[in-house]
């Protein structure tokens, strides 16, 4: 296959020259999915940790329910939000459709299950261990989410990236919703299908290197982050 | 505190996204068109020129020419640029569009490995050689998503007076994406497929694939621009869109078309040369 | 913060089951202002539920736990100190911080309070650091710091000391002492004889869910008046009487020392 050797070639050479096309593409990548994971954690976070806090009935049908989001097909989301901002939709006047806005809205529904979820265990593993000492000190439920959220910050770092993965890969909704237009709502993954709709292999290829490398940086950024302070975590000498 | 800190970022980080969406260019239509004319790389070809000479950005939005349809109707797109006259006319007698015009022409081909196991290579007839194939059972790609190509292989189909759909899954392979995808499957599936010229020329992932069957009137594949109707969606941004389809039918546009080659060859011959 | 005093607090006949399985049986005492009770009795007597429903995190399927005046808002003046306490990621001052925030105590007040009981439990110096990043006796400290910040009029203490060696344990009990001396009234767990003897000024002894004495520390080891206790300050090893019952139900004194 010539084509693994010319697309790394197409990656190396796109990447040296600093193609200001797939520079702006990148940018706009990174933007919309950091703007979506961003909105999502803030969405999803509570949700998790009130779920995994809160008993309410219907408690585990909502928490069943958005596990099961987390398999949500891409299309069928962007389908949705299509019909929902199309000019014929109920939403139409906010003249959403094919902007980034819109690839933002479907990704964060796309992302809010996968970072609830997550949260949710690693919130309830927390309330096991911290619910009788804040109770003890005092702190009722509303006032434990936050704590929980803080203190499961390390583990929560992996429900982020699960979500920034599930985003930046992601190219069936942004296509239908962002309409793939060039220097308008083009990204890496709607790139890389156009230059396969066009044969060119060998360059979508490349361009998956370099989205490859992109989400292999921001997970080492985060790791970077994680790590020391992961080191110091429980320690606890002398626990019977 | 952290989480009201992230929370912050967030929103001023949303709202940045939105101002810069809103303001974005100073004015832009959004076309919607079909595949063939963005993969074959005549919108980037041209369109900067009228945006250099209007100030008037062109989104395309590229897809099938069933959904591009869909897309205009919904008013989700202020021009429409398509390759199906049936459908054209019929989206304007629907009152969705107004001032259809035809703009170019190229030609549909069908393709097929060089061994040729149904032996219609040189073969003028496209419905005889479409009935070679059956009668083969070689394997034959279809777009299978109702866009214009799709619609177009139906039909000479009918001609033949051939239901393909009773060889679905064994010998005709419908792969309901776009003509690049098909393209890539016939390629990897050494079958025959219908497609047009403009995208096969473009394309570079031919493999085995050349062209079998070519010059037949019925292949002949027209390219037709409609104003979406502000009538029924007054968002349109009707003057935008018919200076656009007045330049894309002007002599520089059609010039523009005409000048659009790949290696010697024009992909799409100017309706008004 | 209520300077009324939530004191004495009366348990009445109770009870606490978990599937079906009682596990504190009919439970009365009441604790006055200022004494230390030490609560000891065998692994499975019950000890942590009996502190837990005191404390309030566990509600007794029957029977009653009463506050003085039956107040309502009791855990404002309450503390509890766990065997595994747990740290809050975050540093030693932001841990004692976090009780107190959670209390509404104003952020002005917070630093001179936290201040204070951190150098008191002898823990200033790690002001900064992380609290899981402590050994699990200054761990212990920090958790009696973060109770005692809460200026508690009675504080619960389930086996402070079972995970700690002898210098660490003389540490907490110094400051369990100093707690006391500052006016909170004292209820602790321990299977730690030594330790009952050392702090105590009253004895309760629990088995299997059962009060058997409560009475004072030195009548509790000097002549013991139930069996088990008696066998359970010899050091004997309770367990072996699950099957062989020394005392005929019925036979069990129960006495209530009121100080």
């Known amino acids: 296959m010539t084509e693994f050797s ?71 989301v962007g389908l949705i939000i299509y019909m929902l901002l199309s000019r014929s939709g109920p939403l139409g006047v906010l003249g959403l459709l094919f902007t ?14 996968i970072i609830a979820t997550l949260t949710r265990q690693v919130v309830e593993e927390l309330w096991v261990e911290y619910e009788e000492q804040l109770r003890s000190l005092g702190a009722t439920p509303w006032q434990a989410l936050p704590t929980l959220l803080w203190d499961g910050r390390f583990s929560l770092v992996t429900a982020m990236l699960a979500g920034f993965g599930r985003a930046i890969a992601e190219v069936g909704a942004v296509m239908i919703v962002g309409g793939n237009i060039d220097h308008a709502t083009r ?8 230059e396969v709709s066009k044969g060119d292999l060998a360059l979508a290829l490349g361009l998956g290197i370099v989205l490859l490398l992109i989400s292999i940086g921001v997970n080492v950024l985060a790791h970077l982050i994680k790590k020391p302070v992961q080191n110091r975590s429980p320690i606890r000498r002398g626990v019977p | 505190m952290r989480p009201f800190l992230s929370m912050a970022l967030c929103l001023s980080l949303s709202l940045l996204f939105l101002a810069g969406t809103a303001r974005g260019e100073p004015a832009f239509i959004t076309l919607a068109s079909t595949t063939s004319t963005q993969n074959s790389g005549l919108f980037t070809d041209i369109l900067p020129r009228f945006t250099r000479m ?49 703009v170019m022409y190229n030609d549909f081909v069908i393709v097929g490995p060089a061994a040729d196991p149904a032996g219609i290579q040189g073969m003028h007839d496209a419905a005889a050689a479409l ?64 497609a047009d010229r403009g995208t096969w020329m473009s394309f570079k992932n031919k493999g085995a694939l050349t062209v079998m069957v070519e010059g037949d009137p019925r292949l002949f594949n027209p390219y037709g621009v409609i104003l979406v109707n502000p009538d029924t969606h007054p968002h349109i941004k009707a003057d935008e869109g018919r200076r656009f389809i007045a330049w894309i039918t002007s002599k520089a546009g059609q010039a523009a078309i005409a000048a659009f080659r790949i290696g010697d060859e024009p992909l799409f011959y100017p309706h008004t040369p | 913060m209520t300077t009324e005093s939530i004191l004495p607090l009366e348990l009445r006949s109770v009870n606490f089951e978990v599937q079906g399985k009682r596990l504190i049986k009919d439970l009365s005492c009441t604790f006055e202002r200022d004494l230390r009770t030490i609560v000891i009795g065998p692994n499975g007597a019950g000890k942590s539920l009996f502190l837990r429903l005191c404390h309030g995190l566990l509600q007794p399927a029957s029977g009653q736990v009463i506050w003085q005046g039956g107040a309502q808002d009791v855990t404002r003046s309450q ?20 009780a107190l925030s959670v209390r509404g105590v104003p952020r002005k007040k917070r630093d001179r309070i936290i201040d204070e009981v951190l150098q008191r439990t002898g823990l200033s110096r790690f002001s900064h650091a992380p609290a899981r990043l402590l050994s699990f006796g200054e761990q212990q400290r920090l958790a009696l710091a973060r109770a005692w910040a809460l200026k508690p009029q009675i504080l ?50 629990l088995h299997r869910g059962r009060l058997l004495e409560h009475t004072s520390a030195q009548r509790f080891f000097d002549e013991p008046q139930n069996d088990l206790a008696r066998a359970f300050v010899r050091g004997e090893l309770l367990w072996w009487h699950r099957k062989h019952p020394l005392h005929k139900p019925g036979s069990i004194e129960r006495e209530v020392v009121t100080p």
Do not use: C
Request: glycine share 8%; charged share 15%; net charge negative.
């Open chain 2, 131 to 194: 009935k070679k194939v059956a009668a083969a059972s070689t394997v034959f790609v279809s777009r299978g998503d109702e866009s214009g190509t799709h619609k177009k292989e139906r039909g000479l189909w009918n001609i033949a007076d051939i239901d393909p759909a009773a060889g679905s899954g064994a010998w005709y392979r419908q792969t309901g994406s776009g003509m690049g995808a098909t393209l890539n499957a016939a390629s990897a599936m050494d079958g025959y497929a219908l």
């Open chain 2, 54 to 102: 209007t100030g008037i950005g062109v989104r395309v939005v590229a897809v099938g020419t069933g959904q591009a349809i869909r897309l205009a109707r919904n008013g989700d797109a202020d021009v429409l640029l398509v390759h199906h006259r049936p459908s054209e006319e019929q989206f304007v007698a629907d009152n969705h569009g107004i001032e259809r015009q035809d």
């Open chain 1, 187 to 194: 990204v890496m993954t709607t790139a890389i299908a156009l």
């Open chain 1, 100 to 113: 980034p806005t819109a690839m933002i809205i479907a990704q964060v529904i796309l992302v809010v299950p």
């Open chain 3, 156 to 205: 619960f203490l389930d086996e402070p000391t079972a995970s700690l060696d002898p210098p660490a344990t003389h540490l907490v009990e110094q400051i369990i002492e100093a707690i006391h001396a500052a006016g909170t009234r004292i209820v602790m767990t321990t299977h730690d004889l030594g330790q009952a003897r050392r702090l105590a000024d009253e004895v309760m002894f």
């Open chain 1, 6 to 76: 010319e697309a790394f070639a197409a990656a190396f050479s796109l990447l040296v020259s600093l193609d200001p096309d797939l520079a702006e593409i990148v940018t706009l990548s990174l933007s919309v999915s950091l703007v979506a994971v961003f909105s999502a954690i803030v969405i999803g976070m509570p949700l998790g940790a009130a779920l995994a806090v809160f008993r309410f009935p219907g408690r585990r049908v909502v928490t069943v329910g958005l596990s099961s989001l987390m398999g949500l097909p891409p299309v069928v």
């Open chain 3, 79 to 98: 503390g509890m100190v766990f065997q595994r306490p747990v740290m809050l990621r975050r540093s030693v001052h932001a841990n004692v911080d976090y």
